[in-house]
């Protein structure tokens, strides 16, 4: 009896969640000032604002994916996603800041990437994820596109070390063949870091790689978030079957 009781009260505590696209200024904002909270307080990126906002040139060009807790009303998670035409228009994808993805251009036709993924510290779980991907598998499935890019990124307050040792450690099993193979800008210089040394892959990074998604080659330091960024890529044909009945049914 008493853990039927104390099931009820987890599912009563449990909070009701829904995803949603941006539709108004106010919803993107929304999504901006998450994403200061999460990217500036709590990571300690250096953000050119000073509003309690994030916000870059892509804002303008993107889908803001939203994930909404129903009885607060609070923005809780969120994806922005550039598609081919939103990329030509914002001048290319994000990404190509960062890396040369000269040898995955030919897929831009079809390519999306995806970026500025974030979650509230109070709501970092599969519900929250999940339901980040089912808004951006309908995405994808409704206008037929067939490959996701994007970033995924490793703190480094602890000056990379352990960056190094996941792209040591990730990289025989998940890099991705030669043809798709990026190029970073600023290239973290792993030979000088320690990188034989265990480490357990982010949660978003690690989801990345249980859908099957590839790591498209050696990570880029960016020091205005203090982070190593590995440029991954999800073919969807290559998805995990598991996974691919779930979201893309």
């Known amino acids: 009896m008493l853990q039927q009781i104390k099931t009820v009260a987890h599912e009563r505590t449990r909070p009701s969640l829904h995803y ?8 993107v904002m929304e999504a901006q000032r998450l994403r200061y909270k ?59 800041g960062e890396f040369d993805l000269t040898r995955l251009m030919h ?10 993924a974030c979650v509230h510290r109070d709501y970092r779980s599969g519900a929250t994820i999940s339901l980040l991907w089912a808004g951006l598998a309908k995405f994808m ?49 792993i030979e000088a870091l320690q990188n034989d040394m265990p480490a357990d892959s982010p949660a978003l990074l690690k989801g990345y790689l249980r859908l099957g998604a590839y790591i498209c080659g050696e990570p880029h330091w960016d020091p205005d978030f203090n982070a190593a960024d590995l440029l991954i890529m999800l073919p969807l044909a290559r998805m995990n079957r598991r996974y691919a009945d779930h979201f893309l049914k």
């Open 141 to 189: 499935v409704k206008n037929g596109y067939e490959y996701l890019i994007g970033c995924a990124s490793i703190g480094m307050a602890d000056g990379g070390h352990m960056a190094a040792n996941l792209y040591e450690q990730l990289k025989d099993k998940h890099l991705a063949p030669v043809e798709y193979r990026v190029f970073p800008r600023c290239r973290l210089p």
């Open 38 to 96: 999460v990217f500036a307080e709590e990571m300690g990126a250096k953000l050119s604002g000073h509003d309690g906002l994030d916000r870059d040139g892509f804002d303008a060009f993107c889908e803001h994916l939203l994930v909404r807790d129903v009885e607060s009303g609070k923005v809780v998670g969120t994806y922005r996603i550039l598609d081919p035409q939103m990329a030509g228009e914002a001048g290319g994808y994000y990404s190509a």
């Open 20 to 27: 949603s696209f941006a539709r108004t200024p106010a919803e």
């Open 107 to 116: 897929l831009s036709p079809s390519m999306v990437e995806l970026g500025r």
